[in-house]
């Protein structure tokens, strides 16, 4: 696959967009490990601790009339179990879309290698280069066959500078890294 089209792919990173702003919060008692219990302030929505523990001094604490009620443990899990299906149908729709753009691609360069636009051009840049393999790769036969993508940045619209002239053998090679462009190239 050309660098271009993965390069050009959304990244998409499927959980930040629903990261909480904890934008309310409630004081909870909290139970450690060790079996103590502590302070602290619980996000209303997504049920993580907001900001540190509070000391037992704290005025807030001390004028407690009674117990605050306990840290909520299921409103996290609910949350992030959420947060997680809402995430892979995300991704799986990116991925589904970014499928069907490599394939558009791929249907439009095939249609492309067809046209007498990309006919001209590879005749100019074999002309060129006398019809010698610019790679000269061990095994090379020297006779160029086919032109070869130096990069695909500009493809539809390449600049000649952006061919170069190959024989089959060394074009084999400079695609063997990417087999799945070799029929997309085949000998025309
Ligand atoms: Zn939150
Ligand atoms: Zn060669
Ligand atoms: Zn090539």
Known sequence: MPQSIVSSAPLSLPFTSRACAHVTASLRRRTKVNGSTCYVMQCDNCGSQVGEEIAK?????MALAAYPPEWDRELAERYWEETFEDGRERWEI???E??????DWWARYDAYLESDQWQRLRARRLALDHWQCQAMMN??????????HLRYRYVFDEPLF???SVCLSCHRKLHAARPETIPSEAPR
Do not use: M, Y
């Open 162 to 164: 952006d061919l170069a």
């Open 94 to 96: 990116a991925a589904a």
């Open 98 to 103: 970014r499928a069907q753009e490599a394939a």
């Open 57 to 61: 001094s704290a005025p807030v604490i």
């Open 139 to 148: 095994g090379c036969d020297g006779r160029a066959v086919q032109v070869h």
